[in-house]
């Protein structure tokens, strides 16, 4: 951190399979107006992540189940009392494909509502934000540590969560150029295609054309030729990485920034599809909450990586740590409108 104005805000993201919470220390942006953040701005005092499911079924059913809802407003009031703790001072709620999706959204509105108003955080609700919102904030949470590390743009960054995800293109100083959000994602995948254990090929072949159609609507907005650097963030693509490099447990230190070549990343994730249920279960790495979807969701990232290597990317790919969370904090601080 720098010597200026530091405020402690928090980020809560819920979407189809985690929700998380960020409690950051950010550097307030200066009185001249929102500039591209230093390295540093942002110092973490709390990140972390449950698996709470809340999409589960919503894609059949166009519902939040009883269970889902519970798990998720669960967790929601132990995040409202921890940022209580914290003394935190601003608090963005951020909801993204499954309650996009959902038509019962609002009751759970009405319960994250409650839970942060008990601890003194009055108005806090569930931003059902637009998939462009959400790639733009992906972005700029993602990208402000890649120029200082020495790793070129244009960068494209692609946020594979549960229900959606995420392409965004943009410059090494931070200009967003293109965004769009698809209708693909590991838990959506795994309970529209993927019911055997491993899959079938006519499964995965399945699910491959869909995973096809969406990368070709995705690009008819970003367009491909011309990016230097493929980013990788949340879940999928991190439990990926740390599969692709062997780690004997999961290490965030390890993997954030980590560069590795697209034919790596590409073995790691056929080798994640075709893993049954217990070998799956028994990495090192393996989160309970992503055993069921690692798989389509590596089937998904496995194709994204071989579409932008394929279109001129630097062959090699960038995992990042960083996302959406650390945007919507960084925008609480002031550094964009």
Do not use: K
């Amino acid at each position: 951190m720098t010597d200026g104005a530091v405020r402690r805000v928090a980020a809560v993201d819920c979407g189809t399979n985690s929700i998380r919470l960020l409690v950051a220390d950010v550097e307030v942006a200066g009185p001249d107006g929102p500039a591209a953040p230093a390295v540093g701005a942002l110092h973490d005092v709390v990140r972390r992540m449950e698996v709470v499911r809340l999409g589960e079924g919503v894609d059949r059913t166009g519902r939040i189940s009883e269970a889902a809802m519970e798990r998720a407003l669960g967790r929601s009031r132990e995040y409202a009392e921890q940022c209580a703790d914290l003394s935190v001072s601003a608090v963005r709620f951020v909801a993204t494909s499954a309650a996009r999706d959902a038509g019962n959204a609002e009751d759970f509105a009405a319960g994250v509502r409650a839970a942060f108003a008990e601890h003194g955080h009055d108005g806090v609700v569930p931003e059902v934000i637009t998939g462009d919102e959400e790639a733009e904030l992906s972005f700029l949470g993602a990208t402000g540590d890649l120029a200082a590390a020495g790793i070129p743009g244009p960068y494209l960054v692609v946020d594979l969560g549960g229900g959606s995800t995420e392409l965004v293109r943009g410059t090494a100083e931070g200009a967003v150029e293109a965004a769009r959000s698809v209708d693909m994602g590991c838990v959506r995948h795994a309970e529209r295609y993927l019911h055997h254990d491993p899959p079938t090929a006519d499964e995965l072949a399945a699910a491959l054309a869909e995973v096809d159609r969406q990368l070709d609507l995705a690009c008819s907005t970003v367009e491909l030729a011309g990016v230097r650097t493929l980013v990788g963030v949340a879940g999928t693509v991190t439990t990926v990485t740390a599969h692709a490099m062997g780690l004997a447990a999961y290490d965030p230190e390890v993997i954030h920034l980590s560069r590795l070549p697209a034919d790596v990343v590409r073995a790691a994730c056929a080798d994640l599809v075709h893993l049954d249920r217990p070998s799956r279960a028994a990495l090192p790495f393996m989160h309970p909450g992503r055993v069921d979807v690692i798989g389509p969701g590596a089937l998904i990232w496995g194709r994204i990586v071989e579409r932008v290597v394929g279109a001129g990317a630097d062959d090699l790919v960038v995992s990042s740590e960083h996302d959406i969370l650390d945007g919507v904090c960084l925008r609480l601080a002031g550094w964009v409108d």
